[in-house]
């Protein structure tokens, strides 16, 4: 008996099956030639990956171009990939490295823009404008301090809380031990609560939290 679902409707199908496979499914198939693979992946890591560059310092036209850039390196990787470890340790490595090079050919470091949106200015103004505005000097104020770090504490930092890799994961991505892993986040952690003691509420009750 022959498919009479029109084309349309077998290509919604088949783009909702896709959806529906683990990421190391996608890119291997992607590399063995199946379509519609890696249109999924980077409409699942797209905007991941853009936050991730973003979080490195660069503005968003930046930011944009460099994630494209990514996801055509990982494209043409596609003949070489091998499902050893997971698919976003693979990402978030390539991203990384296409961010330093960036920013080693940068002439200087690219202002921290604090992000966001404008503040509300209606009727209900008052404390909670104050309380945005709060939240928004925060903000910039951890991005700023984060952006001072060694680039090793700097990574694990941002791929520990930015990204939710695991210090497994992490130690991956950098090329380093679970243990060295964990220790630059402690590092980090530790720098960072004691440049913002006393600048961010958050940053002195962390302490005593953990």
């Given at each position: 008996?022959?498919?009479?679902?029109?084309?349309?409707?077998?290509?919604?199908?088949?783009?909702?099956?896709?959806?529906?496979?683990?990421?190391?499914e996608?890119?291997?198939?992607?590399?063995?030639?199946?379509?519609?693979?890696?249109?999924?992946?980077?409409?699942?890591?797209?905007?991941?990956?853009?936050?991730?560059?973003?979080?490195?310092?660069?503005?968003?036209?930046?930011?944009?171009?460099?994630?494209?850039?990514?996801?055509?390196?990982i494209?043409?990787?596609?003949p070489?990939?091998?499902?050893?470890?997971?698919?976003?340790?693979?990402?978030?490595?390539?991203?990384?490295?296409?961010?330093?090079?960036?920013?080693?050919?940068?002439?200087?470091?690219?202002?921290?823009?604090?992000?966001?949106?404008?503040?509300?200015?209606?009727?209900s103004?008052?404390?909670?404008?104050?309380?945005?505005?709060?939240?928004k000097r925060?903000?910039?104020?951890?991005?700023?301090?984060?952006?001072?770090?060694?680039?090793?504490?700097?990574?694990?930092?941002?791929?520990?809380?930015?990204?939710?890799?695991?210090?497994?994961?992490?130690?991956?991505?950098?090329?380093?031990?679970?243990?060295?892993?964990?220790?630059?986040?402690?590092?980090?952690?530790?720098?960072?609560?004691?440049?913002?003691?006393?600048?961010?509420?958050?940053?002195?009750?962390?302490?005593?939290?953990?």
């Open positions: 008996m022959s498919d009479c679902t029109p084309p349309r409707l077998r290509l919604v199908a088949a783009g909702e099956s896709l959806r529906g496979l683990a990421d190391e996608l890119m291997t198939r992607h590399r063995d030639g199946h379509p519609g693979c890696f249109d999924v992946l980077v409409e699942r890591y797209r905007a991941k990956i853009f936050g991730f560059l973003m979080r490195m310092g660069f503005q968003a036209a930046q930011a944009e171009e460099l994630a494209a850039d990514v996801f055509l390196k494209h043409r990787a596609a070489r990939y091998e499902p050893t470890a997971k698919f976003t340790t693979f990402l978030y490595t390539v991203a990384r490295r296409r961010g330093l090079n960036a920013r080693d050919r940068m002439s200087h470091r690219m202002e921290i823009a604090a992000g966001g949106h404008e503040l509300d200015s209606g009727p103004g008052g404390v909670d404008a104050e309380r945005q505005l709060a939240a925060s903000v910039a104020l951890l991005q700023t301090e984060l952006a001072r770090l060694p680039e090793e504490h700097q990574a694990a930092f941002v791929l520990y809380y930015g990204e939710g890799l695991s210090c497994a994961d992490i130690a991956t991505t950098l090329s380093i031990s679970p243990a060295e892993a964990k220790g630059r986040l402690a590092y980090a952690r530790k720098l960072l609560r004691q440049r913002l003691a006393g600048r961010v509420p958050e940053a002195t009750s962390s302490e005593s939290s953990t």
